[in-house]
T-cell receptor
Framework: GQNIDQPTEMTATEGAIVQINCTYQ??????LFWYQQHAGEAPTFLSY??LDGLEEKGRFSSFLSRSKGYSYLLLKELQMKDSASYLC??????????WGAGTKLIIKP | GAGVSQSPSNKVTEKGKDVELRCDPI?????LYWYRQSLGQGLEFLIY????????KSGLPSDRFSAERTGGSVSTLTIQRTQQEDSAVYLC??????????FGQGTRLTVV
């Protein structure tokens, strides 16, 4: 079967760094996405990794290891507005998106 | 349009009635997805359209649910004989090949 695992909830402090992990087992792989979803809103795109390595975009970075079926999203200099759910998604062999259940990130002052 | 458009944004219906939810994807996007999301939960896959291929309907929870995509563009999700457990936010997303998916703002369905 196809499966994406990520922690259900994480807590971090404003100004700190947090790493949200995602492991996947899918039939085929054509890229991995990270999305942010604030409560009551639709998910919005954060990053896309198709090759191994780190992609940096401002305070957010995403890492991929295809051999390990593993990715992480790194958020630096956390702000209160970063409190949201973070969703990991994989493009499987038929280009269908397979989604993790999301990680709820709680930022404390 | 500039983004994915869904209508209505909110729908309250009586148990047993049929509802139709509409999704207008970004022009040129070949892939279209329907998801359901209950409060505080993750995305539940419903159906996936890709170009002219047969849709992947494996996520539809029962035969009360159906969807079509006309002319490779607009899609309609139909729920027949609605039940209270159908209450959720229904999200539509579209994408081009190998690019990120863009979501509409969703339809909040409440069955009373």
């Amino acid at each position: 079967g196809q499966n994406i695992d990520q922690p259900t909830e994480m807590t971090a402090t404003e100004g700190a760094i947090v790493q949200i992990n995602c492991t996947y087992q899918t039939s085929g792989f054509n890229g991995l996405f990270w999305y942010q979803q604030h409560a009551g809103e639709a998910p919005t795109f954060l990053s896309y990794n198709v090759l191994d390595g780190l992609e940096e975009k401002g305070r957010f970075s995403s890492f991929l290891s295809r051999s390990k079926g593993y990715s992480y999203l790194l958020l630096k200099e956390l702000q209160m507005k970063d409190s949201a759910s973070y969703l990991c998604a994989v493009y499987a062999s038929n280009y269908q998106l397979i989604w993790g259940a999301g990680t709820k990130l709680i930022i404390k002052p | 349009g500039a983004g994915v458009s869904q209508s209505p944004s909110n729908k309250v219906t009586e148990k047993g009635k049929d509802v139709e939810l509409r999704c207008d994807p970004i022009s040129g996007h070949t892939a279209l997805y329907w998801y359901r999301q209950s409060l505080g939960q993750g995305l539940e896959f419903l159906i996936y359209f890709q170009g002219n291929s047969a849709p992947d309907k494996s996520g539809l929870p029962s035969d009360r649910f159906s969807a079509e995509r006309t002319g490779g563009s607009v899609s309609t999700l139909t729920i027949q004989r609605t039940q209270q457990e159908d209450s959720a936010v229904y999200l539509c997303a579209s994408s081009a090949v190998n690019t990120e998916a863009f979501f509409g703002q969703g339809t909040r369905l409440t069955v009373v």
